[in-house]
T-cell receptor
Framework: DTGVSQDPRHKITKRGQNVTFRCDPI?????LYWYRQTLGQGPEFLTY????????KSRLLSDRFSAERPKGSFSTLEIQRTEQGDSAMYLC???????????????FGQGTRLTVV | AQSVTQLDSQVPVFEEAPVELRCNYS??????LFWYVQYPNQGLQLLLK??????LVESINGFEAEFNKSQTSFHLRKPSVHISDTAEYFC????????????FGTGTRLQVTL
């Protein structure tokens, strides 16, 4: 297993365009998370899935943002009508959560750096 | 809700000197605590974690952190740093039980020089 994989690593887009990022989690992990990290800040939670169900969304996730995990495996994060303020590193993480408190910590991908010009 | 405070945005230190990176948290429920390290243009790597049991936890590369419930702290220490320890360090917290999202501090930049 090569860990959490994110694609693309870098994306430059013009303001107003739509972009989509992909995350492939560690194969046996049932939870998948999206975070956003701006320069000089810690990662901020956006949303997470348990299998294919989206269980929580942050208020940071405006209606221009949508995330999916259709088959409980890979996930996509789409940003519509991008704005300069969307420029950030988008991090994906995965973990396993079983019965009771059984589980693993979150493992992070290398991120997708979005620049909106 | 949980919150994390990392008071030091930057910590410069000479190689082989000891270092402490401070982390304080706030939570009304029991939490798990983590330290992650981030190298330039990379994702986050778990350094160490406190889930339960011994309040002193250690990493394989010489870092340690101590959970202090009364002071709501989880400071990271290393007795002798190396140039390769230069990175951004993030303290994070999640509630026990469901252990879903992580709440991160703003990070501490550790800069090790000769």
């Amino acid at each position: 297993d090569t860990g959490v994989s994110q694609d693309p690593r870098h994306k430059i887009t013009k303001r107003g365009q739509n972009v989509t990022f992909r995350c492939d989690p560690i194969s046996e992990h049932n939870r998948l998370y999206w975070y956003r990290q701006t320069l000089g800040q810690g990662p901020e939670f956006l949303t997470y899935f348990q299998n294919e169900a989206q269980l929580e969304k942050s208020r940071l996730l405006s209606d221009r943002f949508s995330a999916e995990r259709p088959k409980g495996s890979f996930s996509t994060l789409e940003i519509q009508r991008t704005e300069q303020g969307d420029s950030a590193m988008y991090l994906c993480a995965s973990s396993f959560r079983g019965q009771g408190n059984r589980g693993t910590e979150a493992f992070f991908g290398q991120g997708t750096r979005l620049t909106v010009v | 809700a949980q919150s994390v405070t990392q008071l030091d945005s930057q910590v410069p230190v000479f190689e082989e000197a000891p270092v402490e990176l401070r982390c304080n948290y706030s939570s009304s429920v029991s939490v798990y605590l983590f330290w992650y390290v981030q190298y330039p243009n990379q994702g986050l790597q778990l350094l160490l974690k406190y889930l339960s049991g011994s309040t002193l936890v250690e990493s394989i590369n010489g870092f340690e952190a101590e959970f202090n419930k009364s002071q709501t702290s989880f400071h990271l220490r290393k007795p002798s740093v190396h140039i390769s320890d230069t990175a951004e360090y993030f303290c994070a917290v999640t509630r026990t039980g469901t252990a879903s999202k992580l709440t991160f501090g703003t990070g501490t930049r550790l800069q090790v020089t000769l």
